[in-house]
């Protein structure tokens, strides 16, 4: 029944595309129109910036640069002596997550639910500009159905609007859903760097992607290429701050809290898991959010500020993600300043080389997961302040600690490899090699997700019950979820 329905959604969207002379598929194209709701004065903090050219590099970020020199700025210095960094509580302070800024101590669970609001609030005015509101409408077109080359996995395209005639901005997502479930299936959502042709393709980036991992274990995997949320600055491929900035209106130069591109990628991913809320094969109250580098930071942010996403893994995500900002320890403001200063809010950048004054540092934005489980999939490179990381990890274990009675639970370092901290409800592990999600990655995200959703509900496995997604229907066009 469920698959003449869509058959007959489809003939209907065709009969009226085709009545009024227009090709069904050219006409829901996303705009990826000018942005003229960044006034000249705001796009001035960006362009100075935007068209500098990197004249010289010795190394990579992965290969631990000492400077990054600009056409017309001298360079940016980058600090790898742990003497300048300092020691905590020595040379430098944190806020302590479970006090208010007023002084007052967190006591109970509601307590901490005006605290984790004071402490998001802080990071909207001073990192990653504002979260926009949900939209109004939203509106969901299934665009492709198919079986894996495999057959354990069905592939669906949908694609997502924002407006209920579907104009301005939209995005794609892939979704591939366990064909053998006996259940609805936890999701595991994900932005990706190149497409989702590549991720149907079973990579991301240089990595494999376990899609026949994800099969066995249960899960439902969906993704959509980031810069259609809206473009990585320029000529990737558009210009910063369009695609859904659209939808929030002309900015106000004067503020320094307008939002940043990392919060808008956020924003979309909030956007993916109701879409997932949606779709009867998967159940969305199990879910899981993760992300690598930049899109560390965005999935990072997405389940600080969005209580609906239960597990989170964060994977190596460099400067103003997980590492205390405070030891200007490899990657640093002044870089994320000169390299990508859409990401995030002006406010930030009166920080710049005032990192110790600040009255907030990243272990404060991982306390605000708590008391959902979050892992952190940290990095060896200097760049990536390794230290850094487990540093601020530290510093946020006590809110674990305190609203679920379990933390890191370890005080030493642990070395690359060793696992021993992966376990929910807060984890944390680290390794050489690549950047990116590699094998050891997804592993450890896929054991981490199997243990903290299992506490709620078991994860059913593949069975000799009878398969509950088998049936799908093969569509050459679009109609209507």
């Known amino acids: 029944m469920k698959s003449r329905r869509v058959i007959l959604c489809l003939v209907a969207v065709v009969i009226v595309a085709v009545a009024n002379g227009a090709d069904p598929v050219a006409a829901v194209k996303c705009d990826r129109s000018s942005v003229p709701w960044v006034s000249d004065a705001e796009r001035e903090r960006i362009e100075p910036f935007k068209f500098r050219k990197i004249v010289g590099v010795p190394g990579t970020p992965e290969g631990d640069s000492e400077r990054f020199y600009t056409n017309d700025t001298g360079f940016v210095q980058i600090n790898y002596d742990e003497d300048k960094a300092g020691v905590l509580g020595r040379d430098y302070t944190i806020p302590d997550p479970l006090v208010f800024v007023d002084g007052r101590r967190v006591a109970n669970a509601s307590d901490w639910s005006a605290r984790r609001r004071e402490i998001l609030s802080i990071f909207e005015r001073e990192v990653y500009g504002r979260m926009p509101p949900k939209p109004n409408a939203m509106v969901f077109d ?3 159905e198919k079986l894996t080359e495999d057959r354990f996995l069905v592939e669906r395209r949908y694609r997502q609007w924002f407006r209920e005639d579907r104009s301005g901005p939209c995005v794609d997502w892939i979704l591939f859903v366990p064909v053998h479930a006996r259940k609805p299936c936890p999701v595991i959502l994900h932005l990706n760097y190149k497409g989702n042709d590549l991720v149907a393709s079973g990579r991301t ?11 066995a274990r249960g899960y439902a995997f969906m993704s959509a290429h980031y810069t259609q949320i809206t473009s990585d600055g320029p000529g990737n491929p558009g210009e910063a701050l369009d695609g ?15 939002t ?18 949606r779709i009867g094969e998967i159940d969305a109250s199990r879910n899981v959010v993760i992300g690598s580098s930049r899109l560390g930071k965005t999935a990072l942010l997405a389940a600080a500020f969005d209580e609906r996403f239960k597990v989170c893994v964060a994977n190596q995500t460099g400067a103003i993600g997980v590492q205390l900002m405070k030891r200007d320890y490899g990657e640093n403001l002044a870089v994320q300043r000169l390299l990508f200063p859409w990401w995030y809010c002006s406010g930030v950048w009166k920080w710049t080389g005032r990192e110790r004054e600040m009255p907030f540092d990243q272990h404060m934005l991982l306390a605000c ?6 892992l952190l999939e940290c990095y060896h490179k200097k760049w990536f302040d390794p230290r850094g990381e487990w540093l601020s990890a530290r510093a946020a274990s006590p809110v674990w600690e305190f609203l679920a009675g379990k933390g890191l639970g370890l005080d030493d370092w642990p070395e690359p490899y060793d696992d021993c901290a992966v376990g929910p409800p807060f984890g944390y592990v680290r390794r050489t090699e690549e950047h990116g999600l590699s094998p050891y990655d997804w592993k450890w995200a896929l054991d981490f997700a199997d243990k903290a959703l299992s506490a709620s509900q078991k994860i059913e496995r593949v069975g000799d019950k009878p398969p509950r997604n088998a049936r799908f229907t093969e569509l050459s066009a679009i109609s209507t979820l």
Request: net charge negative; charged share 20%; glycine share 10%.
């Open 260 to 277: 940043g591109s990392i919060m808008a990628w956020a924003w979309g991913l909030c956007r993916g898991l109701d879409l997932a809320e």
């Open 142 to 144: 299934l665009v492709s």
């Open 369 to 374: 997961v708590a008391p959902r489980a979050l």
């Open 244 to 258: 859904v900035f659209e939808l929030w209106g002309r900015r106000d130069p004067s503020r320094t809290d307008n």
């Open 205 to 215: 980036n240089h990595f494999l992607l376990p899609l026949g991992e994800f099969a």
